[in-house]
């Protein structure tokens, strides 16, 4: 049976339109719900409206092998009934969504539903089949330890990339509570935005696990309305390029009058006091939603400033680009980089090369003013580790594209010279959660060591308890890139668990209330049918880096690719995962040694491999035969495409299937 949807919070019932048809207004924002039979299949079409804001989906029903009849059950309910008789029968629902007012969404899901149903319940799962299987072949990791608990994150980890292939394969990010699961309506904490520190756990490590076509659905979602945060950069702060909020509709931000952006930007920008702010002003924002960044003072207890959890957080833009950087970094297409990551590139550099609390002080350093450390209090602080980070990785990535792309040498130029004065990144407490600047490989070893002398995360502790990890944090990702491999044993197992009620393996209480992990490993800590799964993608993030980092010294240079850089002992692993350049690598740990790495060149090109043998040669195989020794810390190995390689302590004979 398909009903309306009654999960609104309204002031007045639903009015009818029609025999089978209601709407429902709560202030401008229109919901109309249609039930309809076409064909002996039944309906559900919803559109809605506020403004010039238009969006609808539908749901259609059908069976196939029984006679059916279709009836409407009363005004709030249509119904599809089956004859009852013995013997199978295939019940197909079919979906769609449009935001074209000129496009009829009912026709597009009866539509996907005569497809579905032209074809055999057999070939409707050999369909299936055949994605899966190849969604399987692209990449793997395959665990083992005496205890079992390596065996365990390999379920959590296949887990986690069974769960993202079945819900991001749409042209918008799944949320990250609720995800496409959300059967309880809308009742989650947070209203309905995207957050990226919560979205970031499932999609930053999601890159080398070799599956780009997953990653679409996040710059489709940014790129789609990059316009908005194009317009949002100059009307709230000033700026040039693009300022993607922390917390952000899935469509963008609106326009500001003229008058409401000329005072925001003086109160935000803190050329203003705050309790000089006008009436006009307050009036705009009182019904604007306090868990936006643009209104997030809103959210706070006294309301006394424009600082508050969200609001002055500038990296998330960076954050996000890096993203799109990688996608081109792994995965080498020079339209891509032109017509779709560059421009976020760019946006992001200009974007703090303009902002208008980014100045040069009298140390001759870019220093910057009245901006947040992610969430952390206090607010509106200057010179924070969040943002010299984000300017730190940024502006070099700006530069390498634009080489690449022989573009906008005068902003390279202009790029430079902030990167070359930019105020040296403070120690942080969290060091490595979002780039791979903070690598043994790194050019910047200051950096690096200044890092890891201030990191006090629980992998800092000899014998922390990766139990007691979060399921927002980031610390099996920390572990992997500062090289702590016994870390790995507790941290990433002790995350994907993320303290349950009860754990799932042992039966055993766990320590964490009100957030426990349910049997399907999940969570709902967001509220009703919020269903969530971040801790999976920190902790398989963690895992990826400590099974093979492929990461340039600096942005300029080729990416140095090292299997097992964080890997412990007693644990025995093979894998195959994506490395920068267009490679695939893979490699084998038995017994605390590696048996063989290996190589697959997409487009060929040159690969550049830390010796896993420093202290003996490597023979190299080429597609099945012997070809070089090498030796030395870094292995060069030049590829052409759709080659592969194999690499062996000098001496040993490797098995046929790791050579062909």
């Keep these: 049976m398909l009903r309306y949807a009654q ?22 924002h229109v919901a109309v719900s249609r039930l309809d039979i076409r064909d002996g299949n039944i309906l559900l079409t919803q559109e809605f409206t506020e403004g010039n804001f238009y969006s609808a989906s539908a749901v259609a029903i059908g069976v196939v092998g029984r006679q059916t009849k279709s009836s409407y059950y009363n005004e709030l309910t249509v119904r599809l009934s089956a004859e009852p008789r013995q013997g199978k029968m295939l019940i197909l629902a079919a979906t769609a969504v449009s935001y074209d007012r000129n496009e009829n969404v009912g026709e597009l899901a009866l539509k996907q539903l005569a497809a579905a149903q032209a074809k055999s319940f057999d070939a409707l799962l050999q369909d299936n089949r055949k994605w899966w299987g190849n969604f399987w072949t692209e990449g793997f990791i395959h665990l083992h330890s005496a205890d079992g608990v390596a065996d365990n994150v390999e379920k959590y980890y296949t887990y986690y990339l069974y769960l993202m292939g079945s819900c991001c394969r749409a042209t918008y990010m799944p949320r990250f509570c609720g995800v496409i699961w959300g059967t309880d309506g809308d009742l989650r904490m947070w209203g309905s935005m995207y957050w990226w520190h919560n979205q970031g756990c499932l999609f930053d490590g999601f890159t080398p696990a070799n599956r780009p076509e997953l990653m679409t659905c996040v710059f489709t979602t940014y790129s789609r309305y990059l316009d908005t945060y194009a317009r949002a950069a100059r009307q709230q702060w000033g700026s040039q390029g693009i300022w993607i909020p922390e917390t952000t509709w899935f469509n963008g931000l609106e326009d500001l009058p003229d008058n409401i952006a000329a005072e925001m930007r003086d109160l935000y920008l803190a050329r203003k006091p705050w309790n000089q702010r006008s009436k006009e002003f307050d009036d705009y924002a009182r019904n604007k939603n306090g868990l936006n960044s643009r209104w997030n003072y809103r959210y706070t207890d006294n309301q006394q400033s424009p600082f508050a959890w969200t609001s002055h ?10 993203l799109y950087w990688l996608h081109y970094a792994y995965w080498p297409d020079a339209q891509w980089l032109r017509t779709t990551a560059y421009p976020v590139i760019k946006g992001t550099a200009e974007f703090y090369r303009n902002f208008p609390n980014l100045y040069k002080a009298d140390d001759g350093k870019y220093h910057i003013r009245y901006v947040n450390n992610l969430e952390e209090k206090p607010w509106g602080r200057s010179d924070t580790p969040e943002e010299l980070l984000a300017m730190r990785i940024m502006f070099p990535i700006a530069i390498r594209a634009s080489e690449i792309l022989d573009v906008d040498a005068d902003l390279r130029a202009k790029w430079r010279e902030v990167l070359d004065n930019l105020l040296p990144v403070p120690p942080a407490p969290q060091p490595g959660e979002y780039y791979d600047i903070c690598t043994p490989v790194t050019d910047d070893t200051g950096l690096l060591n200044s890092l890891k002398a201030s990191y006090t995360g629980r992998g800092s502790r000899r ?12 610390e099996p990702v920390i572990a992997a890139n500062l090289g702590m491999g016994e870390l790995i044993k507790t941290v990433v197992p002790g995350q994907m668990h993320s303290n349950p009620e009860t754990n799932p393996e042992t039966n055993a209480p766990g320590r964490r209330r009100g957030r426990g992990q349910l049997r399907n490993r999940m969570m709902m800590g967001e509220g009703p049918g919020a269903i969530e799964f971040e801790q999976l993608g920190n902790a398989s993030h963690g895992l990826q880096s400590a099974l093979l980092q492929s990461v340039p010294p600096s942005a300029e240079k080729d990416p140095i690719n090292t299997v097992f850089p964080a890997w412990p002992k007693g644990w025995d692993a093979q894998f195959t995962l994506a490395a920068r350049g267009g490679f695939l690598i893979g490699g084998s740990m038995q017994n605390d040694q590696v048996e063989f790495v290996e190589i697959f060149s997409r487009i060929g090109g040159r690969c550049i491999v830390q010796n896993p043998w420093p202290d003996t040669e490597a023979t190299v195989y080429r597609n099945g035969k012997v070809a070089e020794n090498l030796s030395g810390k870094l292995l060069t190995l030049s590829t052409t495409a759709g080659e592969r390689l194999a690499l062996v302590p000098k001496g040993i004979v490797p098995a046929a299937k790791n050579v062909q």
Excluded: E, M
């Excluded at 609104?8 to 709560?26: C, D, L, N, Y």
């Excluded at 957080?313 to 890096?322: D, H, P």
């Excluded at 014998?463 to 980031?474: K, Q, V």
């Design 7 to 28: 999960n609104f919070t309204v002031k007045q019932p639903p009015s009818p339109i029609g025999p089978h048809g209601a709407a429902i207004r709560t202030g401008d």
């Design 463 to 474: 014998g922390g308890d990766g139990g007691n990890l979060g399921i927002l944090s980031r």
């Design 313 to 322: 957080v500038l990296s998330t833009t960076a954050k996000i680009a890096n």
